[in-house]
């Protein structure tokens, strides 16, 4: 851990406008992003008495090893910047509100030319509508019930296709839940206008719709259509169950979203109810871990910001007006930001009295009871993981605690198709995002020991170049002091004018940019012996090194005649064995993939700029791969795709294999997976 005085910048050099700061670790990570009215006070409150400070504001300092800044000319610019710099770099000591579950939306795709009505979950997209969200149960009903008035597509591009191919729609299609687009039934303008009116319904207008088939039944009995008369009355019974499924709870001319916050020393839980034409349409929920000093408007402000800010049609999701239980940090250039996001003016506001107080207050009972719940299921979860890290550290012996371990594992088959897995644990929980695949050929795929000895140097040595490349982006973004600049920093700070002055350049993710504090690998003496000696050979003097060996679960340190058995009961010995078996997992099901690849492997994949439809043009043309290696240049060409070049090419690449391959033409084609002698 870095000494908060090493990096601690002079009080002179920090200027008094407002900016936002971050603080990066010894690997070039972000660690945290932060935004000031004033740089200058806020950066030296982390430095004048950092053992005063709170437990995770203590740890972020000391966890970090320098610290930038970034000057703009007023704080909206400092609330954008701070947010785009959140988003981009996802600190580890920033709050991130995470959904407390993953709710279901319901979905039009109006960027489609036929669009689509679906249950989507999961990261938001362009040119989508999105309603809710809703629990599983109610969506599947919801949507199952407004197909039968408006008969929107909902079948998938597949079956799409496949039906305007064959000319017939799919079932639904037959049962009238689907205009059928496909085959021409409506025409594509009368199916988007049909998903409008399914957008408008779920928008709030369904007074409209409802009113506008009671008219039309009034006709239809009056015409003595008795039959569409019926159909009509139970299209606006199955409008009415929609519309009167929520409860009304404030004007019917009410769009909001209310936001509740219980709290706690460490946790926080966040609920919304969406409020559409008066009804709640729709609940949601957030925990988030307090990881750094902030105050109950500071956390809003996050909120507003994280739950409006992501990508994705915001100018449907957000209402005119948005309830919330503090006003929160910089409300008025918090407003601002909202109304550009939705393109119309949204007010942010705290209710005091009457509906919108009462909904507020319940609101936050469901915000108390989520965090409840939270800390039930969660408490026997993370005092596990604690446990497990802590026995893993002093029964190993390390100095530092356990952040990041990293498990390797080598699979084949009597030594063919060869592969290795790597997958990470940060805090005790996979990281799926930073698992790793190798593929080993050559010397190293000869035995396991070569194979972990390459695997490691590999990963390690892309390690130390991205770590050499991030390096030498931070100094060239770190130019040497600018007399000028101080001047102009001067001049703004008595009242001129600031612009945004960017004094950092954002270094490029790297894959393997960030060591693990222990490599775990899935064998005994040899493999941890192998692995510690690529490190060793890289220079790489950091990182700790075990294996785990499977038949009697003992735990072997580099260069050590004897293992460290940890008690069977030990939830240190059962993390180490989870993450090996993960890896073994990963590793095989890598294996299988590359295994399956190669059996279906052909003569022709080999031949240069030779692709899979012109292989088909020629097996189709010429039978056999034996009469396309006995073929001229000049009948190659007769197959479709095929020119004189690429003709040239294949008749090199099949003399070029000489009498070996003339050789293996005589030989039987075989099936790998069934054994069936082919014939060629």
Same mark, same amino acid.
């Given at each position: ?14 200027? $008094? ?39 995770? $504001? ?86 199952? $019930? ?13 079956? =799409?296709? /496949? ?44 007074? /409209? ?44 001319? $009410? ?47 996050? =909120? ?44 942010? @506001? ?27 299921? @969660? ?54 995002? #930073? ?12 035995? #396991? ?9 590999? @990963? ?18 770190? &130019?040497?002091?600018? &007399?000028?600049?101080?001047? *102009? #920093? ?18 490029? /993710? ?5 060591? &693990? ?16 000696? *690529? ?6 003097? #950091? ?5 785990? *060996? ?34 073994? @997992? ?23 700029? =030779? ?5 088909? +043009? ?44 003339? +050789?293996?033409?005589? =030989? ?13």
């Amino acid at each position: 851990m870095a000494d908060p005085t090493s990096y601690r910048p002079q009080t002179g050099e920090i200027p $008094t406008n407002p900016g936002v700061y971050r603080f990066r670790d010894p690997h070039g990570r972000v660690v945290y992003v932060g935004k000031a009215k004033n740089l200058r006070s806020r950066l030296n409150s982390y430095f004048a008495n950092p053992a005063g400070l709170l437990p995770k $504001t203590h740890a972020m300092v000391h966890a970090a090893s320098s610290v930038e800044w970034t000057v703009v000319g007023s704080e909206l610019e400092s609330l954008q910047l701070e947010y785009t710099w959140i988003k981009e770099f996802k600190p580890r000591f920033n709050v991130v509100f995470r959904d407390d579950k993953t709710y279901p939306y319901l979905a039009v795709t109006m960027g489609e030319k036929l669009p689509r009505v679906q249950v989507m979950r999961g990261e938001r997209k362009k040119g989508t509508r999105y309603f809710g969200p809703y629990t599983a149960g109610a969506i599947r009903e919801t949507m199952d $019930t407004l197909l039968r008035v408006f008969p929107v597509r909902s079948c998938s591009a597949g079956v =799409l296709k /496949r039906a305007q191919a064959s000319g017939r729609p799919c079932l639904l299609g037959y049962i009238d839940k689907c205009s059928a687009p496909c085959v021409g039934r409506v025409t594509p303008e009368e199916h988007r206008a049909l998903a409008e009116d399914f957008c408008a319904f779920m928008g709030g207008e369904a007074k /409209r719709f409802i009113s506008r088939l009671e008219k039309e039944m009034a006709a239809a009995v009056a015409e003595l259509d008795y039959e569409r008369a019926a159909r009509l009355r139970d299209d606006i019974a199955a409008l009415r169950k929609v519309f009167e499924r929520n409860a009304v709870v404030l004007a019917e001319d $009410t769009d909001a979203d209310v936001f509740a916050l219980y709290e706690d020393e460490l946790e926080a839980a966040v609920q919304v109810f969406h409020v559409r034409a008066g009804r709640v349409k729709g609940q949601r929920g957030w925990v988030v871990e307090k990881v750094e000093d902030a105050t109950t408007p500071d956390l809003v402000e996050h =909120l507003l910001q994280q739950v409006y800010g992501e990508d994705g049609d915001t100018q449907g999701r957000l209402p005119r007006e948005v309830l919330v239980p503090v006003e929160p940090s910089n409300a008025q250039d918090l407003a601002v930001w909202l109304g550009g996001l939705r393109g119309a003016k949204v007010d942010i @506001r705290v209710p005091q009295r009457g509906d919108k107080a009462a909904l507020m207050s319940t609101v936050r009972e469901n915000a108390e009871h989520a965090l409840r719940l939270h800390k039930t299921r @969660r408490a026997g979860d993370l005092t596990v993981r604690s446990q497990a890290l802590q026995e893993l550290q002093e029964a190993l012996e390390l100095p530092v605690p356990l952040l990041r371990i990293e498990c390797y594992d080598v699979s084949h088959v009597q030594g063919t198709n060869v592969v290795a897995s790597m997958v990470v644990v940060e805090d005790g929980l996979p990281k799926k995002s #930073d698992y790793r695949k190798f593929s080993i050929t050559g010397a190293a795929a000869t035995d #396991d020991t070569a194979a972990m000895h390459d695997v490691l140097t590999r @990963r390690f040595r892309h390690y130390l170049v991205d770590k050499t490349a991030q390096v030498e982006a931070s100094e060239l973004a770190s &130019p040497a002091p600018n &007399p000028a600049a101080e001047a *102009a #920093d001067a001049d703004a700070a008595a009242g001129g004018d600031t612009t945004i002055a960017d004094t950092t350049t954002p270094t490029p /993710r790297a894959k393997f940019a960030y060591p &693990p504090n222990l490599v775990v690998v899935d064998g005994g003496k040899p493999q941890v012996n192998a692995a510690a000696r *690529a490190l060793a050979e890289l220079g790489v003097d #950091d990182v700790y090194v075990v294996g785990l *060996a499977k038949r009697l679960e003992e735990v072997w340190l580099p260069d050590s005649d004897f293992p460290v058995i940890l008690p069977r009961s030990s939830q240190g010995l059962y993390m180490l064995q989870r993450i090996r078996d993960e890896a073994h @997992r990963f590793a095989i099901s890598f294996h299988r993939q590359k295994r399956g690849k190669a059996m279906t492997v052909s003569a022709l994949d080999s031949v240069p700029g =030779l692709g899979e439809s012109k292989r088909k +043009a020629l097996l189709a043309q010429f039978g056999s791969v034996r009469k396309i290696k006995a073929a001229t240049a000049e009948e190659l060409m007769s197959a479709k795709g095929i020119g004189p070049a690429l003709a040239a090419s294949i008749v090199a690449h099949f003399s070029a294999e000489g009498a070996g391959g003339a +050789a293996d033409d005589a =030989l039987p084609a075989i099936n790998m997976t069934t054994g069936e002698v082919l014939e060629t």
